[in-house]
């Protein structure tokens, strides 16, 4: 059963996400940086059972799995990890629709059509 969010109740949730959001980002663009050198030395251990480089990254993989777990047991809903955009469901007029955050923005004050995504987004 999907949990709705009034306003209020995602920009409390919020204040538990935007810092997993932030460190998310973080671990992300530490995984880009060093995604050239990564790569072949995940190619090479594809054979032969591991490599230092790809051991290295392992705890951060695992602590983003970790962060993303942790903001989809609140209820929301991490819509894009490359903009930090979190969406949370709610109801508007009887329908389904969405809340929704970007890292950056203070607090949520913009809502979407499930359809329409982050271009339809609307002023709460």
Known sequence: MTRH?????????LTRIQPWIREILEIRDRIIARHPEVW???ERSAGNGGSTEA???EPEFN???HL???VLATGALIKDINQGLVDFPALRE?????L?????EDDV???HERQKGFGGRQKI
């Not at 969010?5 to 949730?13: G, I, L, M, T, Y």
């Open 109 to 111: 004050q913009f809502w």
């Open 94 to 98: 009887g329908r389904e629709v969405f």
């Open 100 to 104: 929704c955050w970007r890292i950056g």
């Open 40 to 42: 072949p030395a995940i």
């Open 5 to 13: 969010f009034s306003v209020e109740e995602a920009n409390r949730a």
């Open 63 to 65: 602590r983003l799995d």
């Open 68 to 70: 993303v777990h942790q």
């Open 55 to 57: 051991s290295r990254m």
